[in-house]
């Protein structure tokens, strides 16, 4: 847990610089530093997706995904706590985004390759080595997104510590779920669920990323099925 520590003050610390300078900058400037950051998140998400091995595995994990996501309305739970963080800060700086900024920043740091593969590492080998890495990138992206989004990216802090401490604390758990095959389709899915923060965040696209969330854990669960049924791993290969 270690790690998941570091990485939760890294988004707390960033966040705040980033707060701290939001004054003193432009928001000409602001804007073309959301827009960079929409660019390198979409980069991110497509890089990340041609670690897939089966195409059929993603498009069963996203649709079953996108079905139990939507049912259980994930997407607007995150939100809905989203804006009572806005209710209570709204006094105090009414013209940020707060529900916004925690969404953007919660699906950020949380979907990502390096917050799988590095959760598991973690919990699985003791190998810190890729959370540590994640959270000098998440110092600076936390400072950067809050420029823009304001608070909200500095209560995703807490999701974080819960998400990733999570994935370390289950990881021992799902070691019999945990094939190279699998991982590979849980990295896959979850980078595409960046690409779709990506488009957001350019204002391409409304996508209620959230809602797909499922996907990371049907994923994995798909590949095993696979694996103990000759018939459909002789399909799905």
Do not use: H, W
Request: glycine share 12%; with cysteine.
């Amino acid at each position: 847990m270690f790690a998941v520590i570091v990485n939760t003050l890294t988004v707390l610390i960033g966040s705040a610089v980033g707060l701290f300078l939001k004054k003193g900058i432009p928001q000409k400037l602001a804007d073309a530093v959301m827009l960079g950051i929409g660019l390198c998140t979409l980069y991110i998400g497509i890089d990340g997706t041609l670690k897939g091995e089966n195409t059929i595995v993603l498009i069963l994990s996203m649709v079953l995904g996108a079905v139990i996501g939507t049912a259980l309305d994930i997407d607007g739970a995150i939100n809905r706590l989203g804006r009572r963080i806005e209710d209570r800060f709204s006094g105090r700086d009414g013209k940020v985004p707060v529900a916004q900024g925690f969404v953007t920043a919660c699906l950020l740091f949380c979907v990502g390759a390096m917050t799988i593969v590095g959760s598991l590492n973690a919990g699985l080998t003791g190998d810190y080595e890729m959370l540590l890495t994640k959270s000098v990138l998440d110092l600076i992206s936390s400072m950067m997104l809050s420029v823009s989004l304001g608070v909200g990216v500095m209560f995703a802090a807490a999701f974080v510590l819960v998400f990733q401490g999570g994935l370390v604390l289950l990881a021992g758990c799902l070691q019999p779920l945990l094939t190279a095959a699998a991982v590979n389709e849980i990295v896959c899915a979850g980078s595409l669920l960046i690409v779709g923060l990506g488009l957001n965040l350019l204002g391409l696209s409304k996508i209620k990323v959230a809602d797909y969330l499922p996907a990371l854990v049907i994923a994995p669960i798909l590949c095993r099925i696979i694996e103990c049924v000759p018939a459909l791993a002789a399909f799905f290969g």
